[in-house]
């Protein structure tokens, strides 16, 4: 396993990123500005994070993604891992956004994620369409904090 930063060419993991974040447009508002990074297995990309910088030691996971037939395998808790490391040195809290839905939320808490507050409607207002996680409507962005 080995994680590699990502600085050209972003796009070309467009159908990795869509997994998390399934509108283009919406990936196209942090990709450029975020930090990507990579992680392979037996040389086949299987997971990809973009962060960014939010403030003075505040940093933010856009986008985690796993490809499907690699998930609940630790490659996502890996990467999360690599990004605390990653930002420690000038790091104070770790903030991710995710849907409201019994899949993602365990996976941040197992983590050492716990929630922090929400943004109405957050996925009715900014996505041109519904979007359904393990069944559930996404309505409000749930974010999620941990300290580094």
């Given at each position: 396993?080995e994680?590699k930063?990502?600085y ?8 990795l990123?869509l997994?998390a ?11 450029e500005?975020g ?6 297995h037996q ?13 003075d030691?505040v940093y933010?996971?856009k986008?985690i993604?796993t ?7 630790g490659f996502?808790?890996r990467?999360?891992q690599f990004?605390?490391?990653h930002?420690?040195k000038d790091g104070?809290?770790?903030?991710v956004?995710?849907g409201d839905?019994?899949l993602t ?5 197992r983590c050492?994620?716990?929630i ?8 009715t207002?900014n ?14 962005m ?7």
């Open positions: 396993m994680i930063p990502i050209y060419n972003k796009k070309d993991f467009l159908d990123l997994l974040d399934e509108q283009e447009d919406m990936i196209d508002r942090y990709l500005r930090e990507m990074f990579a992680l392979s040389g086949k990309v299987v997971c990809v994070c973009v962060v960014t910088r939010e403030g030691g933010e996971i986008n993604a490809r499907p037939d690699h998930q609940r395998k996502g808790r990467m999360v990004v605390l490391d930002y420690k104070k809290i770790l903030l956004g995710t839905s019994p939320i365990p996976f941040y808490e050492g994620f716990s922090s507050y929400r943004v109405k409607d957050f996925f207002t996505y041109d369409h519904p979007i359904y996680e393990d069944g559930v409507l996404l309505r409000d749930v974010y999620l904090k941990r300290d580094f």
